[in-house]
């Protein structure tokens, strides 16, 4: 029996129940049904129950749970299938398809088309060191390593990118290494209006692309997700994993970019590149420092130790 079958079946089985049950009413006994699957859970885990009879007592529970779902869907005019298949959708947004071929096949390069100066070379070499200014406080300068793709012309110097920083909070706590999160949204979404400005890579060949995605409005966006998703991590594991990144990560973040290009990226995308910088940050805070090489077209982000400990 399919999903649609179901939900007919039920509403021709309930049917003056359900011409007059109210929503809120229906969806209390969608709530009452959901704490019987609590407590029926319950037993199996205090060993009340077990085996078989545990598994047809859940069984009955999670038949009245989906029905009361069925009726609530029916009273607000829902097809069950319908809402299944967004449930689905919203699974695969947020964990992604099964392979990777899948995955990298359907991304945008959002500044695929434009001319070659306009677009973010494939691959990025930057040092973050860090220093002890006179008040103490450590501050990190970075640089743009050498690159043929940026200096055709070449110079072979490193060049600064953006201000020194310290961490700008009353207590240290890495936010200075935080161009490591720009640096995750460049390599994984191919996104960063912050770096674009900083790279000189504006698409000025497009005056409203120029305005509008490479814009101020677009670096505070990035510069205040950034922030956000900082404060958020101290309550996830500092995003230390790929499961640690949680929807509401993912929320922020598409809550922080509507109106940009970069909002139809899938969830898990925004994950992927929200895990690798804070990956990376952590590791520059641990070693003071360090070198990231963020790959466009691999869609990574790595770090490497500095060659020379530096001043902690």
Same mark, same amino acid.
């Given at each position: 029996m399919d999903l649609l079958q179901f939900q007919n079946h039920v509403i021709h089985a309930h049917a003056q129940a359900c011409a007059a049950t109210t929503g809120p009413l229906t969806a209390c006994r969608l709530t /009452? /049904?959901?704490?019987?699957?609590?407590? /029926?859970?319950? =037993? &199996?885990?205090? #060993?009340?129950?077990? #085996?078989r009879p545990l598994r047809l007592l859940l069984q009955d529970r999670l038949g009245h749970l989906l029905g009361a779902t069925a009726a609530l869907a029916a009273s607000v005019g829902l097809n069950l299938s319908d809402v299944a298949a967004a449930g689905l959708a919203a699974l695969d947004d947020f964990h992604g398809p099964d392979t990777d071929d899948v995955r990298w096949s359907a991304l945008a390069a959002f500044d695929a088309g434009y001319p070659e100066p306009?677009?973010? %070379?494939?691959?990025? *070499?930057?040092?973050? +060191?860090?220093?002890?200014?006179? +008040?103490?406080?450590?501050?990190? @300068? @970075?640089?743009? !390593?050498?690159?043929?793709?940026?200096? %055709?012309?070449?110079?072979?110097?490193?060049? %600064?990118? &953006?201000?020194?920083?310290?961490?700008?909070a009353h207590q240290p706590d890495g936010y200075r290494f935080h161009d490591a999160i720009h640096l995750g949204f460049l390599a994984v979404l191919n996104w960063s209006p912050n770096l674009r400005a900083l790279l000189r890579r504006k698409r000025k060949s497009d005056p409203a692309v120029d305005e509008c995605e490479d814009g101020a409005r677009a670096v505070f966006a990035e510069e205040g997700l950034a922030a956000v998703l900082a404060r958020l991590a101290t309550d996830h594991n500092e995003f230390g994993t790929y499961e640690a990144v949680p =929807?509401?990560?993912?929320?922020?973040?598409? /809550?922080? *970019?509507? #109106?940009?290009?970069?909002?139809?990226?899938?969830?898990?995308? $925004?994950? !992927?590149?929200? $895990?690798?910088?804070?990956?990376?940050?952590?590791?520059?805070?641990?070693?003071?420092?360090g070198t990231l090489v963020a790959d466009l077209d691999a869609r990574t982000l790595t770090y490497q130790k500095p060659a020379v400990p530096p001043v902690r």
């Open positions: /009452a /049904a959901a704490g019987d699957v609590a407590a /029926a859970v319950s =037993r &199996g885990h205090d #060993g009340t129950l077990a #085996g306009e677009r973010f %070379p494939r691959q990025l *070499t930057v040092a973050l +060191r860090q220093h002890e200014n006179d +008040r103490g406080q450590h501050v990190v @300068t @970075t640089t743009l !390593r050498p690159n043929a793709l940026l200096e %055709p012309a070449g110079d072979q110097s490193e060049q %600064p990118l &953006g201000d020194p920083l310290t961490d700008n =929807r509401d990560a993912v929320a922020i973040a598409r /809550a922080a *970019t509507v #109106g940009l290009e970069v909002h139809i990226v899938p969830g898990w995308l $925004w994950r !992927r590149a929200i $895990w690798q910088g804070f990956a990376a940050m952590r590791q520059l805070t641990r070693h003071s420092g």
